[in-house]
C-alpha cells in the first residue's frame, strides 16, 4: 500500500456498487465520484473507472484512504455495499476489485514483481476482453493461466490469434492496458412499460400491448428530438422471473414504424405462445440528438406518407393531448 507521501504516478479505481436496481440512484453515485475526481467514466449498470491520480494531494490522503471516503459516503446515502479495486490501469483496477468477497478496498501496488505474481495462476478468462471461445483456443496450446501466457513470445499468440488481437493478449498477461479513463456518464435511455390487468398468453393482445408501447416510445423520443440507436424488450412472467433481449436498429430513429418492427421481432425470438405475460418493458438505448441521426432514402411513396401522417399525428397530440390519437388495437393498461 502506498503511504500518503507517494502520490505520484497513476492511480485508477474501479468502483462496484452491489446490489443497485434504480437508474436514477446510479446517475447520482456518479456525481458523487465526481466530487472527488472530474475523472470518472460511467460503466453502467452499476460499475464506474475514475482516475484520482491529480485528486490525492487536494484531499491529502492516499488512493486507499480516498476510497474509503467514497465507500463511506456511498453506504451513508444510498445504503449501498461498495468495492473497490486500485491499481495503475483500469484493467488491473477491475482484476483486483474482483480478487475477493464483495465490500472492500483492494489495491495493487505499480510494481513490475507484485503485478505478475498477482496475474500468474489467474485464468486466462480473467483478463478483461478474453471471452470463453478465446479462452479455450489458448487453452487447446496449453496456454491456461496469464503467467504461461505472458512467457510465451509475442509471435506465438500472434500465429494463434492473428497480429493485433495477439498484441494485445501479449501486453495484457504483463499487466499493461493502455486504455485511459474517458470521462463519460452512461448513455441516455427512455423507459415505457405495460402491465397487464391479468398474467396474458394471448399472442394478439401481446402484440396489441408491443404496439402501443412503442407508439408512445416514438411520440416521447420525437418530443425530446431524440433518436434510439437500439431498443431493449423486457418480458416479466406470472413468476416474477424476466427475459431481456436487446437489438440495434439499422439506423437511428424515433419514427415508430421500425421502433414496432424491431420490437415484434424480439418477441417473436422469444417464442411465448404458452408463456403467462405479467407486463412489457421498452427501452430506448444510446439516444442521440435526431438531427444527428442520418435517415436512409428508400424512395418508397408509402413511408413518405406514413412520416406525414405521423408528424399531423404528433401535432393533434401535441394540442388535444397523448390519448387524443392512438394506434389501433392499442390497450389502455399501462405504467
Same mark, same amino acid.
Given at each position: 500500500?502506498?503511504?500518503?507521501?507517494?502520490?505520484? @504516478?497513476?492511480?485508477?479505481?474501479?468502483?462496484?456498487?452491489?446490489?443497485?436496481?434504480?437508474?436514477?440512484?446510479?446517475?447520482?453515485?456518479?456525481?458523487?465520484?465526481?466530487?472527488?475526481?472530474?475523472?470518472?467514466?460511467?460503466?453502467?449498470?452499476?460499475?464506474?473507472?475514475?482516475?484520482?491520480?491529480?485528486?490525492?494531494?487536494?484531499?491529502?490522503?492516499?488512493?486507499?484512504?480516498?476510497?474509503?471516503?467514497?465507500?463511506?459516503?456511498?453506504? @451513508?446515502? =444510498?445504503?449501498?455495499?461498495?468495492?473497490?479495486?486500485?491499481?495503475? *490501469?483500469?484493467?488491473?483496477?477491475?482484476?483486483?476489485?474482483?480478487?475477493?468477497?464483495?465490500?472492500?478496498?483492494?489495491?495493487? #501496488?505499480?510494481?513490475? @514483481?507484485?503485478? $505478475?505474481? +498477482?496475474?500468474?495462476?489467474?485464468?486466462?478468462?480473467? &483478463?478483461? @476482453?478474453?471471452? #470463453?471461445?478465446?479462452?479455450?483456443?489458448?487453452?487447446?496450446?496449453?496456454?491456461?493461466?496469464?503467467?504461461?501466457?505472458?512467457?510465451?513470445?509475442?509471435?506465438?499468440?500472434?500465429?494463434? &490469434?492473428?497480429?493485433?488481437?495477439?498484441?494485445?493478449?501479449?501486453?495484457?498477461?504483463?499487466?499493461?492496458?493502455?486504455?485511459?479513463?474517458? #470521462?463519460?456518464?452512461?448513455?441516455?435511455?427512455?423507459?415505457?412499460?405495460?402491465?397487464?390487468?391479468?398474467?396474458?398468453?394471448?399472442?394478439?393482445?401481446?402484440?396489441?400491448?408491443?404496439?402501443?408501447?412503442?407508439?408512445?416510445?416514438?411520440?416521447?423520443?420525437?418530443?425530446? $428530438?431524440? $433518436?434510439?440507436?437500439?431498443?431493449?424488450?423486457?418480458?416479466?412472467?406470472?413468476?416474477?422471473?424476466?427475459?431481456?433481449?436487446?437489438?440495434?436498429?439499422?439506423? $437511428?430513429?424515433?419514427?415508430?414504424?421500425?421502433?414496432?418492427? &424491431?420490437? =415484434?421481432?424480439?418477441?417473436?425470438?422469444?417464442?411465448?405462445?404458452?408463456?403467462?405475460?405479467?407486463? +412489457?418493458?421498452?427501452?430506448?438505448?444510446?439516444?442521440?440528438?435526431?438531427?444527428?441521426?442520418?435517415?436512409?432514402?428508400?424512395?418508397? #411513396?408509402?413511408?413518405?406518407?406514413?412520416?406525414?401522417?405521423?408528424?399531423?399525428?404528433?401535432?393533434?397530440?401535441?394540442?388535444?393531448?397523448? *390519448?387524443?390519437?392512438?394506434?389501433?388495437?392499442?390497450?389502455?393498461?399501462?405504467?
Amino acid at each position: 500500500m502506498r503511504s500518503k507521501e507517494e502520490t505520484h @504516478g497513476v492511480q485508477i479505481m474501479y468502483i462496484h456498487f452491489h446490489d443497485l436496481a434504480d437508474e436514477q440512484i446510479y446517475r447520482h453515485l456518479l456525481s458523487l465520484l465526481a466530487e472527488f475526481t472530474p475523472q470518472v467514466q460511467a460503466l453502467p449498470p452499476d460499475a464506474a473507472l475514475a482516475d484520482v491520480s491529480g485528486s490525492l494531494r487536494y484531499f491529502g490522503t492516499d488512493a486507499p484512504g480516498l476510497a474509503e471516503r467514497i465507500r463511506v459516503r456511498t453506504g @451513508g446515502l =444510498y445504503g449501498l455495499r461498495s468495492t473497490v479495486g486500485i491499481a495503475a *490501469n483500469p484493467m488491473l483496477a477491475r482484476m483486483v476489485a474482483a480478487d475477493g468477497p464483495p465490500s472492500a478496498v483492494r489495491t495493487l #501496488p505499480d510494481d513490475l @514483481g507484485e503485478v $505478475a505474481a +498477482f496475474l500468474a495462476e489467474k485464468p486466462a478468462a480473467a &483478463l478483461h @476482453g478474453v471471452g #470463453p471461445a478465446t479462452s479455450r483456443t489458448l487453452s487447446s496450446y496449453g496456454l491456461d493461466s496469464i503467467g504461461r501466457i505472458a512467457a510465451a513470445p509475442l509471435g506465438t499468440l500472434q500465429r494463434i &490469434l492473428g497480429a493485433a488481437a495477439g498484441r494485445r493478449l501479449h501486453d495484457a498477461a504483463r499487466g499493461l492496458d493502455p486504455t485511459p479513463v474517458i #470521462p463519460a456518464g452512461p448513455p441516455r435511455t427512455l423507459r415505457v412499460e405495460h402491465r397487464f390487468p391479468q398474467d396474458e398468453l394471448d399472442h394478439d393482445r401481446q402484440r396489441a400491448a408491443l404496439l402501443a408501447l412503442t407508439d408512445r416510445l416514438g411520440l416521447q423520443l420525437r418530443g425530446e $428530438a431524440q $433518436a434510439a440507436r437500439a431498443l431493449t424488450l423486457t418480458v416479466r412472467y406470472a413468476d416474477r422471473s424476466t427475459t431481456t433481449r436487446t437489438r440495434t436498429l439499422r439506423e $437511428a430513429t424515433a419514427h415508430t414504424p421500425p421502433l414496432t418492427a &424491431l420490437t =415484434y421481432t424480439l418477441h417473436d425470438k422469444l417464442a411465448l405462445q404458452r408463456a403467462r405475460v405479467r407486463s +412489457f418493458a421498452l427501452r430506448a438505448d444510446d439516444l442521440v440528438p435526431a438531427e444527428h441521426a442520418s435517415h436512409q432514402l428508400l424512395f418508397d #411513396p408509402t413511408d413518405d406518407k406514413a412520416r406525414r401522417i405521423e408528424e399531423a399525428v404528433d401535432r393533434a397530440r401535441k394540442k388535444y393531448g397523448a *390519448n387524443a390519437v392512438g394506434p389501433a388495437a392499442a390497450p389502455t393498461h399501462a405504467a
